[in-house]
């Protein structure tokens, strides 16, 4: 059974670093695209960053301050978030992409198959 369960979430001043984790079970993160997406309240979620055979992909706002990993023998994916801003604020989800997609890892929000239950993230100026 699939399952993605994150932790790491809190309330930092801006300029603050938080480190997020996510401990995947029923599947090997080595083999998966993931990702690491946010959504603040009445806004879509937005992808922010990815990692796929070792490579890692970045949503603009984010690049340079955020760093996303995985530890293979935990089974775990985790988000460096440090500077962090008041824009960073919102609940963070990390998601699996489906198996059953072929073109290069990120793919688009709708290809995630599997998500976990998310983990707030609340920075103030």
């Known amino acids: 059974q699939v399952q993605l369960v994150e932790s790491g979430g809190g309330s930092v001043q801006a300029g603050g670093s938080l480190r997020l984790s996510c401990v995947a079970s029923?599947?090997?993160?080595?083999?998966?695209?993931m990702g690491w997406f946010r959504q603040a309240p009445g806004k879509e979620r937005e992808g922010v960053a990815y990692i796929d055979n070792g490579a890692t992909t970045y949503a603009d706002s984010v690049k340079g301050r955020f760093t996303v990993s995985r530890d293979n023998a935990k089974n775990t994916l985790y988000l460096q978030m440090n500077i962090l801003k008041p824009e960073d604020t919102g609940m963070y989800y990390c998601a699996r992409r489906s198996i059953w997609f072929y073109a290069p890892c990120p793919g688009t929000v709708n290809e995630y198959n599997y998500w976990g239950q998310g983990t707030q993230v609340t920075v103030s100026s």
């Open positions: 029923g599947f090997t993160v080595i083999n998966s695209c």
